[in-house]
Every structure is written in structure tokens, then in C-alpha cells.
């Protein structure tokens, strides 16, 4: 039986993924030297901020190339709660039993249920959290110096769940019909069945 192919990712896809995906990385990297004081902060604290306004325009790249080019379907269209559990029982158990996974990407529904869930949560709510606050310990007014601790563990906190979610997702990533080749689409846009 032949491979069925799709172009799912177009280059802007690409492109904002990787440059996201790096600078989140460092992010990371820098944020977290920075949180326990090692290193030289004055040079991590630069590339820390250049790295979040990077993040930032990339962000407001990737909202706008949703909204004008109806790529926000991929995260709200047809998501079910009964698919949602079915997702989560295929990662579950499934996958372990070399089940079928019930959801087949195409160019008009990239993300399964669970996916679109969890993308929804990132972008649109963890990732605009950790931008404000990083804005916030950036420049916070004199009159929010009492709030700084709050705004510092908030970022830091974020930074914990972004992490964590960048671990599933390259874990997750190895789950399609060879281990790399979810990571080969995202290079070349074309995924396999």
C-alpha cells in the first residue's frame, strides 16, 4: 500500500516554528543561569531580553498569519471532548498495543484534538503570561516594585510549564509513522500517512 503525503506546513510555518522553537530554548537556557545567579548577568540578562523580544515578534508573526490566512481552523474546528479522550488514551495505551492513531493529519486539520487543545493553552494563554511578565521584570514601573516578586515567580513558574510542554512535544514528535518523521515535515513540510 502506497504512502499517502500532505503538505501540512507551509514555509512561513516553518519558519516561525524553528525561530520560535530556538529562541524558546534559550530562553530557557539564560532564564534559568539567570534564576540562580551564576554566570555573568549582565551578558545572559542581554541575550535573555533579546531572545524574548525575538519570541514576542515572532508571536505577533504567527497571530497575525492565523487570523489572515484562516489557520486558526487548525485549532478550534471540529474538537470534541470525545476526541480529546480519545487522543489521550492512544498516547496512553495505544501507541504501547501498535493501535492506529485515531486522527490523520491533513492540510485542512493539522492538529489532533489534544494538539489543539494544547496549543490553544500555550499560545494563547502561557505564552502572552510569560511575555507580560517578562515585559513587566524588564521595565516594571516604580509603583509595582511591591508586585516584582509575584511577577518574578509567575515567570518563573511559566518558564517550568513551557519547558515541560517542549519535553512532551519532542517526545511526542517521535510518535508518528517513523520516529523522525513528524520532525521531517516540520523541515520540509510534507508528512507522511
Not at 524553528?18 to 537556557?29: D, K, P, R, Y
Not at 513587566?136 to 518558564?159: G, K, N, T
Request: charged residues 15%; aromatic residues 18%.
Amino acid at each position: 500500500m502506497a504512502k499517502e503525503r500532505h503538505y501540512i506546513y507551509t514555509w512561513p510555518d516553518r519558519l516561525w516554528h524553528w525561530i520560535h522553537a530556538l529562541s524558546i530554548l534559550g530562553l530557557a537556557i539564560t532564564g534559568f543561569i539567570i534564576h540562580f545567579g551564576s554566570g555573568d548577568l549582565k551578558t545572559l540578562r542581554f541575550w535573555h531580553n533579546l531572545l524574548g523580544f525575538i519570541v514576542a515578534f515572532d508571536y505577533l508573526f504567527w497571530l497575525v498569519h492565523m487570523l489572515v490566512y484562516g489557520n486558526l481552523r487548525h485549532y478550534v474546528r471540529g474538537n470534541s471532548w470525545q476526541g480529546i479522550l480519545q487522543q489521550i488514551r492512544y498516547y496512553t495505551v495505544g501507541i504501547f498495543r501498535g493501535e492506529r492513531n485515531p486522527f490523520h493529519a491533513t492540510p485542512q486539520k493539522r492538529l489532533n484534538p489534544l494538539q489543539a487543545l494544547a496549543y490553544l493553552g500555550l499560545m494563547f494563554v502561557l505564552v502572552p503570561v510569560q511575555g507580560i511578565t517578562g515585559l513587566l521584570l524588564w521595565r516594571v514601573p516604580a509603583s509595582w516594585d511591591r508586585y516584582l516578586p509575584v511577577i518574578a515567580e509567575v515567570h518563573f513558574f511559566v518558564a517550568y510549564l513551557l519547558v515541560a510542554f517542549l519535553i512532551g512535544h519532542l517526545y511526542l514528535a517521535t510518535t508518528g509513522v517513523t520516529v523522525f518523521a513528524d520532525y521531517k515535515a516540520m523541515l520540509t513540510g510534507w508528512i507522511e500517512e
